[in-house]
Every structure is written in C-alpha cells, then in structure tokens.
C-alpha cells in the first residue's frame, strides 16, 4: 500500500509556519485533507488473506488523489 500524508497528533505543530497547511491540502489532494490512520487500514485490510492471493506485486495507492 502507498498511502499518501497521514494525519498524526503532532501534525498541527509541524504545520504552523509550514506552507503543508490546510490550504495547501485542499489544493493539492482531491480529498483536501490528510488521512487518518484507519483509512490506511481500511485499505490494507482487504489485502490480508486469501481473497488477495492473486494480486502479487501490486501497488494500491491509498493517498486521497494527490496530484
């Protein structure tokens, strides 16, 4: 899974005088926001197990439609 920016408790902290702000996401990701942890998940989860066996090597982008 190549999962795109993921939001942790300390994002708000980096962000303040960073140009990565909300803004910047509403531009630049088709979601406008950053992921939470459980939508990674939610992507993986479906890859574990016998009805993925058949996708080796496969990429699953899981990042909101980053451009």
Do not use: K
């Not at 795109?4 to 902290?13: A, E, I, K, Q």
């Not at 140009?19 to 996401?25: A, G, L």
């Not at 630049?28 to 993986?44: Q, S, T």
């Amino acid at each position: 899974v190549a999962p795109g920016n993921v939001y942790t408790p300390g994002l708000p902290m980096y962000e303040q005088g960073h140009e990565f702000n909300e803004e910047y996401w509403r531009h630049h990701v088709a979601a406008g926001r950053w992921a939470m942890p459980e939508e990674i998940a939610a992507a993986i989860l479906p890859l574990c197990g016998s009805p993925a066996a058949f996708m080796p090597g496969a990429i699953v982008r899981a990042d909101g439609g980053a451009r």
